[in-house]
């Protein structure tokens, strides 16, 4: 059966820019985040058009996805996109780190994007830059020295996607490496239970198109 692309069932309400709702403010953070990349066009386009989406992962590439029909462009995606086209700041500021902890998560953020390795050593008020070398070198050596029986990998990310998961599990056995954990598995283990307890399959049977247009959902 044919798909409707017209489904006034499927809308939350009549009302311009969602006014009255719970997110109100959607062409707004459109509007800033655009003022915010703007010395940076190219490449804020270059990931929208060719990249995927940070805050989650149904399987964006570019402006869609492999969920729902229509343009992904959601506001999380957006504000990242801030962090991603952010400019290079002084490294030289976290020479003494010290005045960073009365910074908030959101400054932080605003300061930029570090572009080089750097490396504090115990003892040391902040932090120096260190040549791509000498971290790949000082990263090797520390993963060497505590063996692989004593070397863990966990990841985590809203949108890491099953490829990357993948890509992962090899370049850490390649190292020796057999413990790597995600976050996938701790936060899916209970729904892969009672999944497959119950019909028999560990994993989702419809689509959000099919939840926005039926019925009735059984919950």
Known sequence: MARRLWNPKSWVSLSPNGIGHTKPNHLGEMARVAVNVRRTPKRAWKILNEGVCDGCALGVAGFHDWTLDGIHLCTTRLKLLEVNCAPAFDHSVLSDISWLRNRTGVELREMGRLAYPMRRRRGEKGFAR?????????????????????????????????????????????MGIANIDSAART?????????????????????????????????
């Open 130 to 174: 260190i040549s791509w070398d000498d971290a790949l070198d000082a990263v090797g050596l520390g993963i060497r020295a505590a063996g692989g029986d004593r070397t863990a990998i966990y990841l985590t990310s809203r949108g890491l996607t099953n490829e990357s998961y993948y890509v992962a599990g090899k370049a850490a056995r390649a």
């Open 187 to 219: 936060c899916h283990a209970p729904s892969t239970i009672g999944l497959k307890s119950t019909i028999g399959v560990a994993a989702s049977t419809c689509s959000l198109q099919d939840v926005l247009e039926t019925d009735v959902v059984v919950l």
